[in-house]
């Protein structure tokens, strides 16, 4: 942090185009966007305010992580976490991310409720899964207890009885992959955060249909 003016020792091309790479009499360097340099009129051996270096760094960071953020945000929804994390690990300054990103949530172009109903539908499509797994899966991803809910219950009220069919689209996988014992089923539908109420219908109505299936048992003797 600089605690006094200095001047401009140099100003060089930096490794990105638009970008250059400002030195200071201080061996302290700083990257600014080439546009907001020219504007800025500052010239080499200028004298430059902490003030000022502060501010034209802020203002590239907010134009570069807003770049990157539409970008990410044109391939699919993201939640703020999932931005604030993804910018973070391309070095953009944290201040300067919060700033980009309520900018997006306040012309609607990032919202944490649109994302959570996305996030629900598809996380549904690749696999079964209860409501309390839905939930954890939003709150893992930054998503607010209170957001997460409300999507949920959109998500019941625009799809009822969902629930009910993602528990036996469950059960019909772990059949499938040789999980017949009714106990074992049973652990495996509770990992997923069914209901135990719902969890024994649905496993008592398989082993029902199975056993109607196969018919009645015949003893030995009466067979001959």
């Known amino acids: 942090m600089l605690h006094e003016d200095v001047y401009v020792a140099s100003v060089e091309p930096g490794t990105t185009s638009g970008v250059i790479e400002v030195t200071l009499s201080d061996g302290s360097r700083f990257f600014v966007l080439e546009a907001l340099w020219l504007t800025s009129g500052i010239e080499e051996n200028d004298?430059?305010?902490?003030?000022?270096?502060?501010?034209?760094?802020?203002?590239?960071?907010?134009?570069?992580?807003?770049?990157?953020?539409?970008?990410?945000?044109?391939?699919?929804?993201?939640?703020?976490?999932?931005?604030?994390?993804?910018?973070?690990?391309?070095?953009?300054?944290?201040?300067?991310?919060?700033?980009?990103?309520?900018?997006?949530?306040?012309?609607?172009?990032?919202?944490?409720?649109?994302?959570?109903?996305?996030?629900?539908?598809?996380?549904?499509?690749?696999?079964?899964?209860?409501?309390?797994?839905?939930?954890?899966?939003?709150?893992?991803?930054?998503?607010s207890s209170a957001t997460a809910g409300r999507a949920l219950e959109e998500y019941h009220q625009q799809h009822p009885g969902w629930e009910e069919d993602a528990l036996e689209r469950a059960l019909q996988r772990a059949l499938q992959r040789g999980r017949a014992d009714r106990q074992k089923l049973t652990v495996t539908l509770a990992r997923l955060g069914f209901a135990p109420g719902a969890i024994r219908a649905a496993v008592g109505a398989e082993g029902s249909a199975e056993e109607h299936q196969r018919g009645p048992a015949t003893g030995n003797s009466e067979d001959y």
């Open 47 to 143: 004298s430059c305010s902490v003030a000022r270096v502060e501010e034209l760094q802020l203002q590239s960071q907010m134009i570069l992580a807003e770049h990157k953020a539409l970008e990410l945000l044109a391939r699919r929804e993201y939640s703020r976490r999932e931005l604030q994390l993804r910018l973070g690990k391309r070095g953009f300054d944290r201040h300067a991310v919060n700033a980009v990103l309520d900018q997006l949530a306040a012309r609607g172009l990032q919202d944490d409720a649109r994302y959570a109903q996305a996030w629900i539908e598809s996380a549904l499509r690749r696999r079964p899964q209860s409501a309390t797994q839905l939930l954890l899966g939003l709150r893992a991803r930054g998503v």
